[in-house]
């Protein structure tokens, strides 16, 4: 299976841009379908974006549509969320996550779907 592991965040100002990467090392890269979320202190866990095994499904919360944008490379084992127009949040943990699903359009967006996580980076945006 694989290991995952996030990084690119940092503390940006609002309207920057920032691209966060997750490299899995282990298993088969395009087995797994991925996903971000991030989870702010005190604030429940939120789907990012999730992305199927070939990354041809992609599929966005709601509060991120049309600013951010997934895509994964094979080659790079690499997951990626490029992020624009950031709005001012709250330090929160972007958490990289991957899951072999049986369908290969199949790309979920509840956290309880991922059985594998990273150990998230944190994004903050001030205003």
């Known amino acids: 299976q694989v290991q995952l592991v996030e990084s690119g965040g940092g503390l940006v100002q609002t309207g920057d841009s920032l691209r966060l990467s997750c490299v899995a090392s282990?298993?088969?890269?395009?087995?797994?379908?991925m996903a971000w979320f991030r989870q702010a202190p005190g604030k429940e866990r939120e789907l990012v974006g999730a992305i199927s095994r070939a990354g041809t499904v992609r599929s966005y919360g709601d509060s991120v549509q049309n600013r951010f944008t997934l895509s994964r490379n094979h080659a790079a084992r690499t997951l990626y969320l490029q992020m624009n127009n950031l709005p001012p949040a709250d330090p929160a943990v972007y958490s990289c996550?991957?899951?072999?699903?049986?369908?290969?359009?199949?790309?979920?967006?509840?956290?309880?779907?991922?059985?594998?996580w990273g150990p998230g980076t944190q994004v903050t945006v001030s205003s």
């Open positions: 282990g298993g088969t890269f395009g087995a797994y379908a």
């Open positions: 996550a991957a899951d072999a699903p049986a369908v290969a359009g199949a790309a979920s967006r509840c956290h309880a779907a991922y059985a594998l």
